[in-house]
């Protein structure tokens, strides 16, 4: 898993979402406390830690969307 948000944290760096290492720990964290097969809690879990800005917001979701694809 450590290696599957690293990667998505990468991703959101190229395109431009600034993820400090703080942010990367506590999403990290997060995701511990939420059932892994519900994909909205995980989605909603990882922007409330790594998205810190309102305009940053849509670059996230298309990046999760593409990252974690089914």
Known sequence: ???LLGGF?????NAGIP???TENL???EAVTH???ADRE???YA???TLVKNHSHWRAF????EVYFSL
């Open 26 to 28: 506590d999403a990290m």
């Open 41 to 43: 809690a995980f989605k």
């Open 19 to 21: 993820v400090s290492l």
């Open 46 to 48: 990882l922007g409330a």
């Open 34 to 36: 939420i059932p892994l």
């Open 1 to 3: 898993m450590l290696d």
């Open 9 to 13: 944290i990468l991703e959101l760096r």
């Open 61 to 64: 979701e298309v990046v999760f």
